[in-house]
């Protein structure tokens, strides 16, 4: 399974092009937020967005729940993608999703810098 990294500081748009970026490299499912998301339907896990404390959505956005964690972890394994895209605030944020989710290592970082401007 090929992890590609989606990167950038809180409110600069990556949600919103995630779909455009994930297209654009034939990808089909898209980790954002608590979520795990096939071609703008979410599949499983909890939104971060809809936590009361920014901690809290912190926490449920880094997969800390193992709850969460299992929840996620079995639709992956019953979609099996090719490839998932994964959406942080930075390198370390991405990488801590992808070990929590037993993913394999980022093998591709895309910042949102480099296509906020190709949106």
Request: proline residues 2%.
């Amino acid at each position: 399974m090929r992890v590609v990294g989606f990167t950038g500081a809180s409110g600069t748009g990556k949600s919103h092009r995630a779909s455009w970026v994930a297209r654009e490299r034939g990808i089909q499912y898209i980790i954002d937020d608590g979520l795990f998301i096939k071609e703008n339907q979410v599949i499983a896990g909890y939104s971060a967005k809809r936590e009361k404390t920014r901690v809290g959505s912190i926490k449920r956005a880094l997969f800390t729940d193992d709850g969460h964690v299992r929840e996620v972890v079995r639709a992956i394994e019953q979609h099996k993608p090719e490839a998932i895209l994964i959406l942080g605030t930075s390198d370390g944020m991405v990488d801590k999703i992808a070990e929590r989710l037993g993913l394999p290592e980022v093998s591709e970082r895309i910042y949102i810098d480099e296509v906020a401007d190709e949106f």
